[in-house]
């Protein structure tokens, strides 16, 4: 039987969303293996500090939303709500508050070694992702730009950071990767954001939601799905990514039932179905773009 303390902190780090750093990890380290250059030290590395600043930002959001009596109102969904630990009394605001800052050294002593290692050119990367950590939410999510901050600091960032980690430099391949990746964690929050909209209202956020409307914010969503793709194909079609990499689009089947929403019915709940499959089209397209790289990688 798991320790219920070892629930809580799995809560409020909200574990399941982890999987996203793997799957950008091995976005910005295979573009930048395909132009020649790879350290499986450093990835791993990589990996670990960009899942320790996760769980900095999921457990300063959770602590948050308690303290603003956000998650006292939510209506929680699989994808959205937050995890309910904090109300729930699974973990006090001082046990995660603390793990939160355990996390937050893990991280930054992962950063000073990659300082160290691979040189100056790490420090913009490092110093931006740590400003999205940090600011988001005191900070981003009160004024709009919380989607904006959540697509650079756990989409585009960690891409081009785990490319420059590897020798020093990003490539456009690289560059290249993160930028569908900063779109769709966009997205991701996006449309978590939307069950969460009476409840952020009560609690003084102002995210895209509540600043253009559910239809207004249903069209953006859209706009970002297009955007993706729009830079997958654009990245094959002047060379900067590998033909294989067109596998990333056909996880954009699984925005079905969220594109039907959002076209027909953005005022109505976002089903079930249309949050899950939010999620696995970020998850899937970021890994089919590593496979793509692998697999251009393999036939050199």
Known sequence: MTPPRVVGYAGVARAPFLVLPVVLVANGATAQAWAGEFSWPNTLLAL????????????????SDFERGIDLVTERTPFSGGSGTLPAGHLNRKQATAFGWVALLVGAAIGVYFIVQVGAAVVPILLAGLVAVLFYTPFFTNIGIGEIAAGAGLGFLPVVGTAVVQQGHAS???????????????????????PDENADRAGGRSNLVLLLGRRGAAWFWLGAVAATIIAIIGGVVIGTLPVWCLLALLPVVALGPAIGWAVRTPEAPVPLPGLGGNVIWNLATNALLAVGFGIALLQR
């Not at 600043?53 to 300063?60: A, C, D, E, S």
């Not at 769709?184 to 996006?190: G, I, K, S």
């Open 48 to 63: 670990v500090g960009l899942l320790a600043m996760h769980i900095v930002v999921n457990v300063r959001n959770e602590v």
């Open 172 to 194: 456009p391949s690289a560059v290249a990767a993160a930028i569908p990746s900063f779109f769709m964690t966009f997205n991701l929050l996006l449309l978590n954001e939307f």
